[in-house]
């Protein structure tokens, strides 16, 4: 097959990715659009209402559903974040990023009026994310900010009578009036707080019992009888990290939390209380579960035709996310296919090199058996520490370790490991210098060069099939990593990266004037070396040319004594010589501002400098990792922290903020060392 034909069918694969791809990412932002079940409010004649996907339901004490409407029929820009009850009878609405309150109206859910507070300097930014509101009954509000880390007081109208002290919380969500006194959690300390209702000054703090992984505070409800001293004061929305994920407690007068029972692994999106029960909707699936006064968990509220409904929306959004996870796999499938194609079809144009004469090469080639057998032997240390630690956690010990152990033994536990860590280091890094210097072990530590010479096109060119190779390593220089290649006349010296290779000198033998395996012997190494640790781990070699030069480095011991002995034996003429052939030209360097702009476009985008050098394995080596990090990683914790929308640590900024900046440096550095290299 040509390779014009091949690039054709190279361009149809990568456009079914794309295809595919486009299937996959709707699916997926489709599927978020349904939500299924979230706010919810029991209004005074006992009916609820529900917001479920851009509709409002209004269902009966009984859980027969009596109408819909989409929010923008009702006057509502968006789907609702919250519904509370107004004193005066009707609802309020909030919306996300939207900082008015919309009254509704409680028998048919239309905005009646829109109240918007004014929010005094300071808060202004959070005001369109302070979902959570609680009405006093002389129409007073008291709205938490979330982020804003405060609570603000307005009156019937909107305007702004009071605000919590600084430092007051850390993140703030739910709240909840009994009587004057208003209650408030900080979210990321597990606490309640009672505030004056006219100043807001903090009256009295409770610290609640903390049980299980659910340790962030949400949105809260107060019990109908809290006001007249019945034993439940609210109900409580607990978080697990990411405040998606909780379960739902009671909370009496002292703090005490009872979660409502099977009530422990679900999406609580909002809560409230009809006739004495609680309801709560669940995002996982998609119902309004129901407990009862005691916390005994109830068959789910509705009639069978709404639960239906609401499972029809369960199974559409089921549908979704089944057709993202056959299309991703198969753009995936289809990349791959495409990326085979244009490799054949590189190849076509350009055939591979030929085979390197390696039938002299210094360096074994064990069976399968035996490079399985010293693979084994190798890695025995990290076996074995693992496999205590499988032991550890899956054995009968496993629920022993598991159980409450006393501070003094926990010190222990961690104090411990910490002092047997470099006694265990000491002894592997002796027994990995063993046996680097061991030549049985040589196959596994020289690999990587070994398959360089197999596999690199660049590799065998530079050499051709009519020179035969005594020995090829990696010499650990100052100026980064290099493959060394010893041929019957030349030594040639590449710049290589795991993926890619760049030849950069080519050496006669006669240009040699000394070798050796001795630090110093040849020039003065006391200053920094950017690779000290090599002087012990692995070997040390020195070819001293007629120029004056010195090529130096680290290299795998066994190896390196066999170069120098060659080279001995070259220079004492033991053995002839073949005439010098003529010396490979490198590649075309790219132009000065080529080359920079290679390197800076890998510092903006990795992969894209690289890809500009051609060297396509590179690129997408360096592209898609940090895809992985930008959406997975620096994507979400940024979106969280500005705002900002939940807690993030200034060391958790750090660490994302250095793993982007040093995988950027890395790649511009690759991008740099490698030279902008053009064939």
Known sequence: MAARTLNRWAVLWLAACLALGAIALWSEWKAGDVQGPQSLVVTRDQQVWIGVDGELWKLSAQGELLATATVASLGLPDDPANLVRHPGGGLVATVRDDPTLYVLDAATARVTEAVRPQWPGGLERHAGRAVHLAFHADGRVAIATGGGHAVALFD??????????????????????????????????????????????????????????????????????????GETMAALVRFHNGMIRGQVVRIDAQGRAQPMA??????????????????????????????????AELPAFGDAATRARLQGRLAAKQRLHQRYKLALPAAICCFAVAMGFVVLAQRRRQPAAPPVDASLLGTPSPGRRR?????????????????????????????????????????????????????????????????????????????????KLRRSDTLREAIGPDDAVYEVFMLH????????????????????????DRLDETIDLTQVRAASTQRGSLRDWNRWSPVPWLRGLWGWIEIGLADGRVIAGG??????????????????????????????????????????????????????????QRRGLTALSFFVPWLVLLFFVAAPVGYKAWGPRAEVSLQTLATVAAAWLFYAGWAAWDAWRMGGTRR
């Open 371 to 451: 490079t399985a057998w010293l693979r084994l032997r190798l890695y025995a240390p990290v076996l074995a520490i693992l496999g205590l630690m499988a032991v550890l956690r899956y054995s009968p010990l496993g629920p022993w370790l598991d159980r409450d152990w006393s501070p003094a033994a926990m010190l222990a536990w961690i104090v411990v490991p910490i002092l047997l860590l470099p006694i265990a280091a000491t002894l592997i890094l002796r027994r990995q210098r063993r046996q680097t210097r061991d030549p049985q072990f040589e196959p596994l530590f020289n690999a990587m060069a070994v398959s």
């Open 555 to 612: 290299a795998l011991a066994p190896v390196a004594a066999r170069v120098v002995d060659r080279l001995a034996a070259s220079r004492a003429g033991e053995r002839d010589l073949p005439a010098p052939r003529p010396a490979a030209a490198p590649p075309e360097p790219l132009r000065p501002r080529e080359a920079m702009a290679a390197v800076w476009a890998s510092a903006l985008v990795p992969g894209l400098g690289q890809w500009m």
């Open 262 to 295: 099977a009530g422990n692994s679900f999406e609580p999106r909002d809560i409230d209380w009809l006739a004495g029960d609680l309801l709560a909707s669940d995002g996982i699936t998609f119902s309004l579960r129901r407990w009862s006064g005691d916390g």
């Open 156 to 229: 019937a109208d909107g305007r702004f009578l009071a605000r919590t002290a600084d430092d007051t919380y850390r993140f703030t969500n739910g709240l909840w009036w009994i009587g004057d006194a208003l209650w408030t959690t900080d979210t990321n300390r597990f606490l309640l707080k009672r505030l004056n209702g006219r100043t807001l000054a903090v009256e009295e703090t409770l610290v609640l019992n903390q049980t299980g992984a659910a340790r962030f505070l949400g949105q809260a409800r107060a019990h109908p009888m809290a006001a007249s001293g």
């Open 477 to 500: 220089a100052g100026r980064g990593l290099q493959t060394a290649v010893l041929t019957r006349s030349r030594l040639l010296l590449f710049r290589s990266t795991l993926t890619s």
